[in-house]
């Protein structure tokens, strides 16, 4: 069983480009999240997708925009890139959603984002 | 809008005693908290979880404590060993899709 992955490991863009990540969830996991984590802070809560549907937002512009795969695997998408996206950006996958589950996510790695 | 708090970004003890991690959080809605650990160039990882209708939970060595009128939850790692030293980040749980994370307290486990 292979854990999340995360590609790719570093990138740097410059302002008002796009860019997309990519996240390959665990085996047999349906829902994914993305996070963004600043220098310093916790990470904040992006998205969710369940099924390639999303199913919960953070308080993030519609600049962020992701999509999930049949096979699970999913992309975070950023438009018109602002210095302050420069962040690491987290994905996690969990087995399934359900009401009153216990939130056992698992992380990949990251990619580290830098907006020049 | 800071909702979940971690005061303190870092705490140094010594191998075998207890380490204390605290936080703080502002919305009584959460309904579930919980501790992830992170290592240098890795993903957080989690490690254990706590209901709000709970005030303790405990996984071995970790235990999590759940004061839900002060608002505030710790954990607490007994004995401490080395190789607990990571950054300890405190998430609660607004519903099924939103998590709220600490900034996160780096612990040092001194030999």
């Known amino acids: 069983e292979t854990g999340v992955t995360q590609s790719p490991t570093h990138l740097i863009k410059t302002r008002g480009q796009q860019v997309t990540l990519r996240c390959s969830s665990q085996s047999g996991h349906n829902t994914v999240s993305w996070y963004q984590q600043a220098l310093g802070q916790g990470p904040q809560f992006i998205f969710q997708?369940?099924?390639?549907?999303?199913?919960g937002r953070g308080n993030f512009p519609p600049r962020f925009s992701g999509l999930q795969f049949p096979n699970y695997s999913s992309e975070l998408n950023v438009n018109a890139l602002e210095l302050d996206d420069s962040a690491l950006y987290l994905c996690a996958s969990r087995p399934g959603w359900s009401s009153g589950s216990t939130d056992t996510q698992y992380f990949g790695p990251g990619t580290r984002l830098t907006v020049l | 809008d800071q909702q979940v708090k971690q005061n303190s970004p870092s705490l140094s003890v010594q191998e075998g005693r207890i380490s204390i991690l605290n936080c703080d959080y502002t919305?009584?809605?959460?309904?579930?908290f919980l501790w992830y650990k992170k290592y240098p160039a890795e993903g957080p990882t989690f490690l254990i979880s706590?209901?709000?209708?709970?005030d303790k939970n405990e996984d071995g060595r970790f235990t999590v404590f759940l004061n839900k009128s002060a608002k505030h939850l710790s954990l607490h790692i007994v004995p401490s060993q080395p190789g607990d030293s990571a950054v300890y980040f405190c998430?609660?749980?607004?519903?099924?899709?939103?998590?709220?994370f600490g900034a996160g307290t780096r612990l040092t486990v001194k030999p």
């Open positions: 998430a609660a749980r607004l519903n099924n899709n939103d998590m709220r």
């Open positions: 997708y369940y099924r390639e549907e999303e199913n």
């Open positions: 919305n009584s809605m959460f309904d579930y």
């Open positions: 706590i209901s709000s209708i709970k």
